[in-house]
């Protein structure tokens, strides 16, 4: 039986929910956040370890749009989508570059 | 030169501003070297703007004269960072100082006693140059803000209650011009505009601007944008195609705002007409033109609109909840960091602000014989537990002090910072605030006052997101006499991993849903989503006892047409429910308050275990006589 999408997007969308820290370590990834945190309401902070650090995710809104795809929105307000793969404990993204990022849950 | 009650911030931007045109000499080199005239700026013309390209030396001010002298003179003390262009990088050079003396100014300043000369020693006390002041502007910088627009797009001058750019930029010392310039932009492909199509319509539509003689801000109001919703700078990374960064940015008037209740009083509307959402937006753009980014330290200007949307606390609803400033860090960048930092045209958007200098704050003064002592209420809470936290302000001296009659935190007087396993920092704030007038009560010799403070979320999202141990600093502060005064005291916590999986879903679900705090703090039947989060945390055993007040508080007032239910407070309230001495007051005090329809034998049960707390722990005064008065 085929699942209904919007029940599987909002399942994503809890998974998606909560807090989690970079373990990437490649020059194009570090430019994103060491630890990113999303919430119900649809909104994210992500932080570098430094507190003065730039980060190109620093707050916004975030929306799943399909099981693979979601948007964000970035320092200067720019809406990017970007590929992701979710799982409990990862999660992964990989930007218009090309560039993969990857995130380990840490709560 | 700015000053904030005793704060006194100073700084200051070099450039070099006159290169003889017949350089390099043509023949012999003359001696003696000729003097040759410097080509002044006029001081009658106000704040001088010099090219961007001769920018040479940031001075972060580290002495200043703080109040009145009767000697002609006082010492300045100042580092200076030199700026390299190609590499965009500061070097200290060093600290200095200079024996500023006032002098009458030459003709054409506005001030004739305003004026100071110095001459500037290096570390070692070698003269190694002149330094001279004079009072041009009671402004610290100026700008020109041009809006252009598509003509169905709306100006965005004002927020529609009174604040317009001017009061904006006169909280921060900015001298703004604001132009309404060309209201036909005419559309290049359709009522979507790409970034770079902004880009090109800045340069195509904005009026003739020279960057090395004005800081010229250009907002392009359009209908809709294809790479966001309300509003972009664009003139960053590959679209700034001129290499001549952060000139403008743009906003879309004809987003539809999203018809849910987090939009609040402006769901549904067409975003041009939300005035002071769309107004806000222009601000936000135009602040990171100016080399600023997003801010969730407050709901100020460089928070983004769905978070501060998002984070109205009911009865407010967005946007009546927005801030009509820039938070205070975000207003010091904007006094005090470089030129080359702020103006359009300098550094490029997207460097750290730890890469520039900027001048230091003034120190503020200690509260000498008043220690705050920190302690957290259980020295190990599980994983998305609130933390609570006791202070207690001693006086340790023989002479009465004054402190602050009221120290909770919607006093305003205590804010803190969370640093976790990993080093990194969060701040925690109040998120309600009561604006009364502050009064001061006097702490006797040897007496101690005692308060308490749940933290679960802060400006940057849970404060405590991870297992691990994490340093909690507490700071009061309070004016006497104008003069601001600081306590500090710290603590630590363990935060203890998940036993097992429905605690770690309980965990993510409250520390994930920001209106948890909302609950916590002021309660409310009608924030689903935080009563939901605050129930998940109720359904496990780990983490029952440390919401269990949060729950018996909610229930026990009443809300619309659901009466106090005192069978569920006392269902929710044992002998392992975790309390700090202010909660334990509270429940006090509606167990006192309660009506007489609640059932008796609840209300005594929950008067009962709250005596047990106070006979087993070391309450103040005042909590266990209102415990046994039950």
């Known amino acids: 039986m085929e699942r209904d999408p919007a029940e599987t997007k909002e399942q994503l969308r809890r998974l998606f929910i909560g807090v989690w820290r970079k373990v990437s370590n490649t020059t ?21 370890s430094g507190e003065l650090e730039f980060s190109f995710w620093d707050s916004g809104g975030f929306e799943l749009l399909t099981e ?5 929105s970035t320092a200067n307000d720019a809406e990017i989508v970007y590929e992701y793969s979710l799982s409990k404990t990862e999660l992964v993204f990989t930007d218009q570059h090309g560039c993969v990022i990857h995130y380990r849950r840490a709560m | 030169m700015q000053r904030d009650g005793s704060n006194t911030i100073a700084s200051g931007d070099l450039y070099l501003h006159h290169i003889p045109s017949f350089w390099p000499w043509p023949g012999p080199i003359p001696q003696p070297w000729p003097i040759f005239p410097v080509a002044e700026p006029n001081p009658s013309n106000g704040i001088p703007i010099f090219a961007r390209g001769r920018y040479r030396y940031y001075l972060s001010v580290t002495q200043i004269l703080e109040g009145f002298t009767i000697a002609n003179s006082f010492t300045l003390g100042f580092e200076m960072h030199r700026f390299d262009l190609a590499t965009r990088t500061w070097t200290n050079e060093g600290a200095f100082t200079a024996l500023m003396t006032w002098t009458t100014a030459p003709p054409g300043y506005p001030s004739t006693a305003d004026f100071l000369t110095g001459e500037v020693k290096n570390g070692s006390g070698a003269v190694v140059g002149a330094l001279t002041m004079g009072w041009v502007s009671a402004y610290l910088r100026r700008a020109v803000v041009e809006i252009d627009r598509v003509s169905v797009s709306e100006a965005p001058l004002d927020n529609g209650t009174g604040v317009d750019w001017l009061t904006i930029f006169d909280q921060i010392g900015w001298d703004v011009d604001v132009l309404e310039s060309n209201s036909n932009v005419t559309e290049p492909s359709g009522e979507s505009w790409s970034d770079a199509e902004l880009h090109a319509g800045m340069l195509a539509w904005r009026d003739s601007v020279n960057l090395d003689q004005e800081w010229r801000y250009h907002v392009l109001c ?57 107004f806000r937006t222009a601000l936000h753009e135009t602040g990171h033109a100016a080399g600023l980014y997003h801010n969730t330290v407050d709901l100020g200007i460089m928070n983004t609109t769905d978070v501060i949307a998002a984070g109205a606390v009911p009865p407010v609803q967005f946007p009546n909840n927005i801030q009509w400033s820039f938070a205070p860090d975000d207003k010091k960048r904007l006094r005090h960091m470089p030129d080359v930092w702020v103006r359009p045209g300098g ?33 190990s809470v599980p994983i998305g537990a609130p933390v609570r936290i006791s202070f207690r302000l001693v006086n340790t001296t023989k002479e009465a002090l004054p402190i602050p009659s009221s120290l909770s935190m919607k006093s305003g007087h205590v804010r803190g910072k969370v640093i976790d396993p990993s080093g990194s920092m969060r701040t925690f704030s109040p998120i309600v605030r009561c604006l009364e007038e502050e009064t001061l009560n006097f702490l006797g010799p040897g007496s101690s006052a005692t308060y308490s403070v749940t933290l679960l979320r802060g400006g940057q999202g849970a404060l405590f997101p991870s297992p691990g141990a994490y340093r909690v600093l507490v700071d009061v502060m309070w004016d006497v006499a104008g003069s601001p005064l600081r306590v500090r005291g710290e603590t630590s916590v363990m935060v203890t991993q998940t036993v097992d999986e429905a605690h770690a879903a309980a965990a993510r679900r409250i520390l994930a849903t920001p209106d948890s705090l909302v609950v916590l703090v002021v309660g409310g039947d009608h924030l689903k989503d935080g009563v939901d989060a605050i129930n998940a945390g109720l359904s496990h055993p780990v983490l029952r006892p440390h919401f269990a007040f949060v729950e018996a508080k909610r229930l026990a007032k009443r809300f619309g047409k659901r009466k106090a239910d005192w069978k569920a407070v006392a269902d929710l309230v044992d002998e392992t429910t975790v309390m700090s001495q202010a909660e334990v007051k509270r429940l006090a005090e509606l167990a006192r308050d309660a009506e007489k329809e609640a059932p008796r034998e609840s209300v005594q049960w929950v008067s009962k275990m709250l005596r047990r707390y106070v006979d087993t722990t070391s309450a103040d005064e005042d909590t266990a006589t209102l415990v046994r008065s039950l």
């Open chain 1, 28 to 48: 194009c990834s570090r430019i994103y956040p060491d630890r990113l945190e999303f919430d119900a309401r649809g909104t994210y902070a992500g932080r570098k």
């Open chain 1, 68 to 72: 693979t795809q979601v948007k964000i």
């Open chain 2, 222 to 278: 359009v209908r809709r944008l294809d790479s966001t919703s309300r509003g972009i700078m664009y003139d960053a990374y590959g679209t700034d195609s001129n290499n001549v960064p952060r000139e403008g940015c743009g906003i879309s008037s004809h987003w539809i705002i999203p018809n849910t209740n987090t939009w609040g009083l402006v769901a549904g509307l067409r975003f041009g007409t939300a005035t002071g959402p769309y």
């Open chain 2, 347 to 379: 550094i490029p958007f997207g460097s750290s602000y730890s890469t520039a200098p900027i001048s230091p704050d003034d120190l503020v003064a200690e509260a000498k014989g008043i220690e705050l002592r920190v302690s957290p209420l259980l020295e």
